[in-house]
């Protein structure tokens, strides 16, 4: 189940992942989504600043492996627009 939380569901991913300890990419589509103009996730900035919020606060995350992983964050979003 979703916690009451930003960002639900890659929280539940986190979740899932410290469990489980690996995961396997699929090439297949197994969701879409509709992109709504006053969404809570249509806000890039705000997105971003929830991403780090989750790693430094939830996740407990030194200042580099944030560094690390928000980067490969931006940086796919960007790929994913083009």
């Known amino acids: ?15 899932i992942l410290r469990e489980q300890k690996a995961a396997v990419g699929m ?4 969701a879409s989504y509709r992109i709504v103009k006053n969404s809570r996730s249509n806000n890039k900035v705000h997105a971003a600043a929830w991403r780090w919020k989750i790693l430094r606060q939830r996740e407990k995350l030194g ?3 944030s560094l690390f992983y928000f980067t490969s964050y931006v940086l796919t979003s960007l790929r994913m627009r083009t």
């Open 1 to 15: 189940h979703f916690k009451n939380e930003s960002h639900e569901d890659f929280c539940l991913c986190l979740d």
């Open 27 to 30: 090439p297949d589509f197994l």
């Open 63 to 65: 200042l580099f492996p």
